[in-house]
């Protein structure tokens, strides 16, 4: 998703622009709304002593798991690419330190593109992960590795885009409560309740996982309303209809 586009009715997200920075942990508490927590002991994230991890140099060395040879930078992949539409595998119990450089390079991505979540298939990584950012300073990323939906509750309808759709928006409902499980990059098992925009961001980042794009989510009146921005980008990439 992308950042500061997220509106409820006319009213402007109040995200700030992001600060990219070096070396920023790939958890922090300053979620508003969010709870995480062990998924055993329901400890929330600061009682835990949740190890954290520096990020990681750009262009780190990424294996065969991720599908991309030794040093091949990411790329964000943009609508109608095929490979949106994959369902993402999980990563295996050995696959934890390929998980957290596949992460690093993302936040890296997500936070170039001024993005608050960006998933896996997004880059041409067919597994099951995604990076968040949803907080105020633009400073505390998230990363949830093997999610699965737990709990969805409520009803909330926003204008939302995606960083695979540049400059196309359009009204979609989501859950307003969500509660996911997930594995961290530590490998421990985690637990994540989130409402309003992270609530948004979690459900809209797990649909890539699943090969589901945003503008599935629409109506009728929001698939009309950006059929010819669709079309634009179709003939851009010489998609065939």
């Known amino acids: 998703m992308p950042l500061g586009e997220f509106r409820e009715g006319r009213a402007p997200c109040p995200l700030k622009p992001p600060k990219h920075r070096r070396a920023q942990p790939l958890f922090c508490g300053k979620h508003e709304g969010a709870i995480i927590s062990r998924s055993s002991a329901g400890a929330t994230l600061e009682q835990s002593g949740l190890k954290?991890?520096?990020?990681?140099?750009?262009?780190?060395?990424?294996?065969?798991?991720?599908?991309?040879?030794?040093?091949?930078?990411?790329?964000?992949?943009?609508?109608?690419?095929?490979?949106l539409r994959v369902r993402a595998e999980s990563f295996g119990e050995r696959d934890m330190d390929e998980a957290r450089r596949v992460a690093a390079q993302m936040l890296d991505l997500m936070y170039d593109k001024n993005g608050v979540g960006l998933a896996g298939p997004?880059?041409?990584?067919?597994?099951?992960?995604?990076?968040?950012?949803?907080?105020?300073?633009?400073?505390?990323?998230?990363?949830?590795?093997?999610?699965?939906?737990?709990?969805?509750?409520?009803?909330?309808?926003?204008?939302?885009?995606?960083?695979?759709?540049?400059?196309?928006?359009?009204?979609?409902?989501?859950a307003a409560f969500a509660v996911f499980s997930f594995i961290d990059a530590s490998g421990e098992p985690r637990?994540?309740?989130?409402?309003?925009?992270?609530?948004?961001?979690?459900?809209?980042?797990?649909?890539?996982?699943?090969?589901?794009?945003f503008i599935d989510r629409l109506g009728l009146a929001g698939r009309l309303s950006i059929r010819k921005s669709l079309r634009e980008m179709e003939s851009a990439a010489g998609h065939v209809r």
């Open 191 to 213: 637990s994540l309740e989130g409402t309003q925009l992270l609530a948004r961001a979690l459900q809209h980042e797990f649909d890539h996982l699943e090969g589901v794009l």
């Open 122 to 174: 997004q880059v041409g990584i067919q597994r099951s992960i995604f990076v968040l950012d949803v907080s105020q300073e633009r400073d505390s990323p998230l990363v949830l590795i093997n999610p699965k939906v737990e709990r969805l509750e409520g009803s909330q309808e926003a204008e939302e885009g995606c960083l695979s759709f540049p400059r196309i928006y359009a009204p979609v409902k989501r």
């Open 52 to 83: 954290r991890y520096d990020y990681m140099e750009p262009g780190c060395r990424l294996s065969t798991v991720s599908g991309r040879s030794a040093g091949e930078s990411m790329e964000l992949l943009l609508y109608p690419d095929e490979r």
